[in-house]
Each structure stands twice: as C-alpha cells, then as structure tokens.
C-alpha cells in the first residue's frame, strides 16, 4: 500500500519483561535473606563463673580458639552453675553460653535453651575433719560450707542433705567461697567442705593430698543415680592424690553430675560450630576418670541437644568450615545458599522467556488480526459507503502494526498482516473507483 513504512525489529528480550525477572529474582533473594537470617555475631557473651573456678579457667581457653576465628567471647563472671542458667534464661542479659552441671534445670523450665553436650564429669567431692558413715550420721550439729547462692555446688550439696534427712536446721550451713571454705577448713574453724569441681581443680587435689582431711565416699553411690540419673558412679583409685602418703589411702566411690555447655536455641549455628569445634580440642583429652575422646558426648542431661549440635556428632564441622577461614566460610555458604535457588529461578525463566515474547508478540498481531477482520466486514455491509472513513482506519491500522517491536523471528507474522491490511485496502480502492 501507498507509504508503507519497514517493520521495526526489536531487540529478543523487551525491558518489560528483563524488569519483571529482576523484581522475581529479587523477591527471592531478599525471601531467602530473610529466611537465612542475620550473619553471626562477632561478639558472644559467656557466663562462667567464681575467678579461679574450673568454669572461668575453661571459659578462657574457648575465648582463646574464638578469637582465631575473629569471634569475641566476652566473659562475665557469675557464682556458679544457678547464676549461669538464670542469665541464659533471661535474654536481656545478654548471655548466650555458659557451663552448667546436670540437675538444675529442665526443658519446661529452660524453654528457650539448648544443650551442645557434655564436656566432662564434675564429682561431688566432700572433705571432712572428722571420720563419717554411710548414712552422715556424724554430721550433726556441724559447721559445713557448701558454697555461695547461685553456685551449683550449693544446690547438689543440698538436695544429697536432704536425701540423708540433713538440713539447715540441724546444720551450720555456711556461703563460703570455694577459697574461704578451704582455709576455713585447713584451719578447723568448720568440719567439712562440699565442692562441685574437676578432677583437674587446684583446691581439690590440695585437699586429697592432706593428712589431716579426709574424703568422704559414697559407698551407696547406685543408689544416688538411681534416685538422679543424670549423676554418675566414679571410682577414685587409692594413692592417686599423693602415692608417697596413700591418700587416699583406699579407693573411694564418688557421685558425678555431668557439665554441659548450654547455649541458647537462637544462637546462629555458626557460632555454635565454633564452640563445638572448641570443645572438642579441649576436652577430648584423657583424664582420670575418661579415656580419650569420651568428651564431648552427645548426651542429654537436663535439656535436648540443638539440631547443630546433633549434625556436628554426626558428620563434623561443616564442609566449608574445615577448610577456609571462619568469616569466608560464612559468606560461601551463605551465597550458595542464595544462588542455588536464584539459578534455579533463573534457568527456566532464561529457557523460557524467548517462548513467552513470542507468545506475546503473536498475541498482539493476533489482536490487530481481529480489528483487520472486524473492518472487512464493515466493508462488505457498506457496499462501497464511507470508503475514505475505511481507508483512514487502515491507514491507522497499518501505522500500529509498524510500530509494533519484533523480534526478526515473529518478522514474518506481521509482514503478513500488513500484506493483508494492504489488500483490503486495494479492494476498497477498487470498490470505489467503479463507481
């Protein structure tokens, strides 16, 4: 036809459709990011508890190993065990690990912690300055320290009292320090010391090597995990505290509870492999009453082990955290994880987005096809009327089709349509030239 203009083709992917797969993907990364969580934290903070206590000495070397990953763990001293899970328990302390012994807590009293695993056995001992039976008979009307408030030394003191008909009524219970308990003591100002402790505690092997003090067993120790199964039987050999001297001077069966790191359950399981990974270098060690790599155990004392802590038992360190820096490691994976699900957003939306333009270029030719047949019929009940009206809507019609975008594939169906628009237009020329 008369001042027919060439077919525009456009470009194989219109910004219309590159700007709805961007907002796509983008809505997935950002669903993912939300998914994943913020990154973990640089700064942890660690209850431990009294200065010297086998808790703050072992608090000191996981700060070591942390600070190689560039992982802060900041310590806050506390009294013991009780203060720890209080502070664990209450998030706006801060706190998000301490140790803790077995006994103290429970899952519906400790909703929102988690356990790690035991990392070693802390015995009851009981020195005395005076020769005791099975049952503590002789204790009456004694002086015993049993440690301050908040010490899980004070606790598991108490509730083994109690269990022999013992308490404060017909006892001098005192709130010493682990320190002070032990000069007093040595002193004699008070007739026994109950102690929470490792066999690796200064205080401890200081007492068993005394001549004046003894240690007191527990020769119905079956009993006592019985009645509590978290506590275990241990066996202490005669002489181990000082073989010169036979201290002591014959074996001694001694109650146990279990120490277990706790964390809380939304610490970032980064932070929590970390710890792990630390455990196990320091306390899969042998040791007087565990052969080597008996700790860190997946045992379940007063709390259920996190999913991080049941995947690391089972298969280690993340893949990623054995072999690159702690910080890289976190990074990788956290863009695997967001890659692996945008490709796969992205792959059919590659595979499949020419299809779809085509589609949608077809539809708008198809869509001027239908204004094309509509004026034709017009034409025929016209019967050679309003013949420059016609020609004027082709002619618009035409223009519309020239300004349509193609792709050189779909080229041909709008060739098509303009031929088609220029043959009725011809037919109209001639309906109006004969008469």
Do not use: C
């Not at 400790?110 to 009981?126: C, K, Q, R």
């Not at 036979?246 to 279990?258: E, G, H, L, S």
């Not at 009206?389 to 098509?416: C, E, F, K």
């Amino acid at each position: 036809m008369p001042g027919a203009k060439p077919i525009l083709l456009g470009r194989p992917t219109p910004w219309l459709y590159a700007l709805a797969a961007a907002a796509l993907l983008l809505l997935a990364v950002v669903g993912i990011v939300a998914w994943l969580g913020p990154p973990p934290p640089r700064v942890v903070l660690m209850s431990t508890g009294a200065p010297g206590s086998d808790y703050a000495l072992l608090a000191e070397r996981y700060r070591t190993l942390l600070q190689r990953s560039r992982v802060e763990l900041r310590l806050v001293p506390s009294a013991g065990a009780v203060e720890n899970l209080q502070r664990l328990n209450d998030k706006r302390s801060g706190v998000a690990v301490a140790f803790a012994e077995g006994g103290l807590t429970s899952e519906s009293q400790s909703p929102d912690l988690v356990s790690l695993g035991t990392m070693f056995f802390e015995p009851f001992w009981f020195f005395s300055r005076i020769p005791l039976g099975p049952h503590l008979e002789a204790l009456r009307g004694k002086k015993l320290a049993i440690g301050q408030e908040g010490s899980g030394t004070r606790a598991m003191a108490l509730r083994l009292l109690a269990l022999n008909g013992l308490d404060q009524n017909i006892l001098g219970l005192l709130p010493l320090s682990t320190a002070e308990a032990e000069a007093a003591l040595l002193r004699g100002d008070i007739d026994g010391l109950a102690l929470v402790a490792s066999w690796d505690s200064k205080i401890v092997r200081q007492l068993l090597a005394s001549s004046e003090i003894n240690l007191v067993g527990f020769p119905r120790a079956d009993a006592y995990v019985a009645l509590y199964p978290y506590l275990s039987k241990l066996r202490l050999p005669a002489g181990v505290g000082n073989l010169a001297a036979n201290r002591p001077p014959t074996d001694v069966d001694v109650i146990a509870p279990r120490a277990s790191l706790i964390v809380r359950r939304d610490l970032h399981p980064a932070i929590q492999y970390l710890l792990l990974d630390a455990a196990t270098q320091i306390h899969s060690s042998p040791g007087i009453f565990d052969q080597f790599g008996r700790f860190p155990a997946a045992q379940r004392d007063d709390l259920p082990l996190s999913r991080d802590a049941l995947q690391f038992y089972k298969s280690g360190m993340p893949f990623l955290q054995r072999y690159l820096p702690f910080w890289l490691a976190v990074l990788t994976s956290r863009l695997l994880i967001i890659l692996i699900p945008v490709a796969g957003v992205l792959y059919p939306l590659l595979r499949f987005a020419p299809t779809l333009y085509f589609w949608a270029v077809r539809r708008r030719v198809f869509r001027l096809y239908r204004e094309l047949g509509v004026i034709e019929t017009e034409v025929e009940r016209a019967r050679g009327t309003e013949t420059a009206d016609m020609l004027a809507r082709l002619q618009r019609l035409d223009d519309r089709a020239q300004q349509l975008h193609v792709p050189l594939g779909a080229a041909s169906i709008l060739y098509t349509l303009r031929a088609h628009i220029a043959l009725v237009s011809a037919r109209i020329a001639r309906g109006a030239d004969r008469t």
